[in-house]
């Protein structure tokens, strides 16, 4: 499958962790965008990268933080996790960074006990 | 900043019945706007874009200007098209080096009743 893959899918950990989420973007893609699905708040974008550097900034914590490697997948580490942090966290890639057409990964689960 | 409402959680619909997804954005520039959707157990995916003007699966979505608007239309409804609906914006953003972003609603449920 060349789609957008992440993992893990579903990740447990406690308040005060840190945990790392990892994206591989489809093949051709430059751009990996990074967002936060909760219940209340909806799609809530995150951060951009193109071609390993940041592009956009959205509603990130500072206690998380991305980066895109040269082989062009992705991390998103969160740190000092709480409670509020539990969420599903989308990846998605595209071929530009001009484009509204994003293809999305299934999500990483993270609950946060 | 740009914003995108969809008032309905959740729209119940016969099958055969007329279908309009709710979508009205505010943005100061010049809008980019796209619908997104999510059947049960699949990834979210683009299912149509203003620009283009076409129609996917029936359905279609017309950019009001005037209204700020970008509601999603089908004229029938069929089972396979329950599904969640995310109407989005896409604006020109200057932080970092600069670069689109893609502003989602939160999205309606869209439940077509056999």
């Known amino acids: 499958d060349s789609g957008v893959t992440q993992t893990p899918k579903h990740l447990i950990t406690a308040t005060g962790q840190r945990v790392t989420l990892r994206c591989s973007p489809r093949?051709?893609?430059?751009?990996v965008y990074w967002y936060q699905q909760s219940l209340d708040q909806g799609l809530q974008f995150l951060i951009q990268y193109y071609n390993g550097e940041e592009r956009a900034k959205g509603n990130i914590l500072e206690r998380f933080s991305a980066q895109q490697f040269p082989d062009l997948h992705s991390e998103l580490n969160l740190s000092s996790l709480e409670l509020g942090d539990s969420a599903l966290y989308f990846c998605a890639s595209s071929v530009a960074v001009n484009t509204g057409e994003l293809f999305f990964g299934e999500g990483s689960r993270l609950t946060v006990l | 900043a740009q914003r995108v409402t969809q008032p309905e959680k959740l729209l119940s619909v016969f099958k055969g019945a007329p279908v309009e997804l709710k979508c009205n954005y505010s943005y100061s520039g010049s809008p980019e706007l796209f619908w997104y959707v999510q059947y049960s157990r699949q990834r979210l995916q683009l299912l149509l874009r203003h620009i283009s003007r076409e129609s996917i699966k029936g359905f279609t979505a017309d950019l009001n200007k005037g209204e700020t608007s970008f509601h999603l239309k089908k004229p029938f409804a069929q089972e396979e098209d329950s599904a969640m609906y995310y109407c989005?914006?896409?604006?020109?953003?200057?932080?970092?080096?600069?670069?689109?972003?893609?502003?989602f609603g939160k999205g309606t449920k869209l439940s077509v009743i056999p």
């Open positions: 989005a914006l896409s604006a020109r953003v200057y932080s970092g080096a600069g670069s689109y972003q893609l502003t």
């Open positions: 093949s051709g893609d430059l751009s």
